[in-house]
């Protein structure tokens, strides 16, 4: 049974540019939770898709959006990229419902410079 | 805004013991409740839910919830150098949202 995944591991960028996060749920699994998780923080909700739609969104700016493909992997995308936006991205994949329990994918270390 | 308090630790406890992680939430409709384990550098693993009043048991690991006090907790008997982590406890709110709130966390050291 195939868990999260997520691509790319490590990713380095400069002040201003974009970057994409990918990430495939667990099998079974539609909705996908897109964190952010500062050193010594818990994770921080950007928003979360079900349905190729975004269904709730956290206290992020704009620059942060993301898309669900029909096979309901999903993508994350930061543009204009200030150094305070280094920070493990983690996707969390789910099947909502009184449960809702949330499993996460490896994250992506984002380090801007 | 609700919240999720823990106590960023360490907490510091010697192998064979019993690890005690406390949890406070403000939301008093809240209905579900997760510890997840997060090794340095790692992303968080789920290691209990628990959802009614009481303990709910799973091998070393004890969660307990308090509605009315609106507080959970996690025992890890019989501590392992290999609990070392922190563990993070999360809520969903009330309202029909299906996004928990993490708290930051407690640092568990666990020394042979």
């Known amino acids: 049974d195939a868990g999260v995944t997520q691509s790319p591991t490590h990713l380095i960028k400069t002040r201003g540019q974009q970057v994409t996060l990918r990430c495939s749920p667990k099998?079974?699994?539609?909705?996908v939770s897109w964190y952010q998780q500062a050193l010594g923080q818990g994770p921080q909700f950007i928003f979360q898709?079900?349905?190729?739609?975004?269904?709730q969104r956290g206290n992020f700016p704009d620059r942060f959006s993301g898309h669900q493909f029909p096979n309901y992997s999903s993508e994350l995308n930061v543009n204009a990229l200030l150094l305070g936006d280094s920070a493990l991205y983690l996707c969390a994949s789910s099947i909502p419902g009184l449960t809702n329990e949330q499993f996460f994918g490896p994250g992506t270390r984002l380090t801007v410079l | 805004q609700k919240e999720v308090e823990q106590n960023s630790g360490p907490l510091s406890v010697p192998e064979g013991a019993i690890a005690s992680l406390n949890c406070t939430y403000s939301?008093?409709?809240?209905?579900?409740f997760f510890w997840y384990r997060q090794y340095s550098g790692k992303s968080p693993e789920l290691i209990m839910s628990i959802y009614s009043n009481g303990d709910k048991e799973d091998g070393r690991f004890t969660a307990q919830l308090n509605k009315a006090s609106q507080y959970v907790s996690l025992l890890i008997r019989d501590s392992q150098p290999s609990d070392s982590a922190t563990y993070l406890c999360?809520?969903?709110?009330?309202?029909?949202?299906?996004?928990?709130?993490f708290g930051r966390g407690t640092s568990l050291i666990v020394h042979p």
């Open positions: 898709y079900y349905e190729e739609e975004e269904r």
């Open positions: 939301d008093r409709g809240s209905q579900s």
């Open positions: 999360a809520v969903n709110p009330s309202g029909g949202s299906y996004i928990p709130t």
């Open positions: 099998s079974g699994h539609d909705t």
